[in-house]
């Protein structure tokens, strides 16, 4: 006795029903010996919960207090709030960057007329693995 379902491994449509695996059909097909569950069902939250988790955050709201009241976990609006960011918005050209070595960094400072040190974005790389050397990287406004 055939199904109107297709196999997800091979995609033959010579599937047969086999047995229950908790509370849900098990089929097998004859072609592969693939055995799955019918899938025909979608998976995961609909469009509008995904987007109003988006609203909610953008509006000032904390992941925490986002996911408490739509019923999901802090990871599911998370990965909502990144799918929709690298979705609807492009990367920005990263500004141009100044790298110094750690040992340079005191007379880099001094050498210039502007501080970049106080208040000034800086990140810490670790330069070169092997040796150990870290760099700090400040971006030039």
Excluded at 7 to 35: A, I, L
Excluded at 82 to 102: C, H, M, Q, T, W
């Amino acid at each position: 006795m055939s199904t109107h379902c297709h196999c997800p491994q091979c995609g033959h449509g010579n599937v047969v029903k086999n047995g229950f695996v908790k509370d849900k059909q098990r089929f097998k097909c004859k072609s592969c010996q693939y055995q799955f569950t019918n899938l025909s069902k979608e998976r995961g939250k609909p469009l509008w919960m995904k987007l109003e988790a988006v609203l909610l955050y953008m509006s000032g709201m904390s992941m925490n207090a986002t996911a408490k009241l739509l019923g999901v976990s802090t990871q599911s609006v998370l990965n909502w709030i990144r799918d929709f960011g690298e979705a609807n918005y492009e990367k920005p050209a990263p500004d141009s960057a100044i790298v110094v070595e750690l040992d340079e960094l005191w007379h880099f400072l001094q050498a210039k007329k502007t501080s970049y040190g106080s208040g000034k974005h800086m990140t810490v790389l670790l330069g070169d693995s092997s040796t150990g050397n870290w760099e700090i990287v400040i971006v030039k406004p």
